[in-house]
């Protein structure tokens, strides 16, 4: 595993940690991107999109790192072949900033020089759920998203060190199953508090 360099600045923003991947074989899972990217440091959640009427795989998804000098190793150390197959690596940007970044983008007078950062569909309205009282210690990324993938189709789940986190669905009707079944949800024996949070 590579080591981090020390002028990195070892911040717990998403928006540093997470990258984007393009051009996906296909066949490609979470677990083997969680497989190829942990030479690069810790991994805290990776996620292949899918159709939601198919459930195959849209050809992108998302890796997660602990620290944000791994996500700046993966960038660095391109290109990188997942499963035969070059994909495209990229940080993901705040679902919130893309309005401003198309804008900055068309008003540009430059000569076709366009932003490098991926562009994604914004969560739709009402998807995302803020939570509070996660016990560090027991619950996990991947505990979560198996938990609140009985709702729907998961897109992140996200757990900060301060005991709370979000999890975004991919239609808002997973996110109303799931505050339908009250604003407490008894996760691995330990009570997860829950309420809608603007995207």
Request: glycine share 6%.
């Amino acid at each position: 595993m590579l080591s981090p360099p020390t002028s990195i600045n070892f911040t717990n923003f998403i928006q540093h940690r997470k990258l984007f991947i393009g051009g996906l074989n296909m066949d490609t899972n979470k677990e083997q991107l969680r497989e190829y990217f942990t030479q690069f440091g810790p991994v805290v959640d990776t996620v292949v999109m899918k159709d939601n009427a198919t459930q195959r795989s849209r050809g992108f998804g998302f890796v997660t790192f602990a620290w944000i000098a791994s996500a700046e190793m993966a960038i660095r150390n391109g290109p990188h072949k997942i499963n035969g197959r070059m994909v495209e690596l990229k940080r993901s940007i705040p679902k919130e900033q893309m309005s401003n970044n198309d804008e900055q983008s068309s008003s540009s007078s430059s000569t076709n020089q366009k932003s490098s950062l991926p562009k994604f569909p914004p969560p739709n309205p009402g998807s995302k759920l803020a939570l509070h009282q996660i016990q560090c210690s027991i619950h996990t990324v991947d505990s979560l998203r198996s938990y609140f993938e009985s709702f729907g189709i998961v897109e992140q789940i996200e757990i900060t060190p301060r005991a709370d986190g979000f999890v975004v669905f991919e239609e808002k009707a997973s996110a109303d199953r799931c505050l339908a079944h009250g604003a407490q949800h008894d996760v691995q024996d330990h009570k997860i508090w829950m309420e809608r949070q603007e995207n």
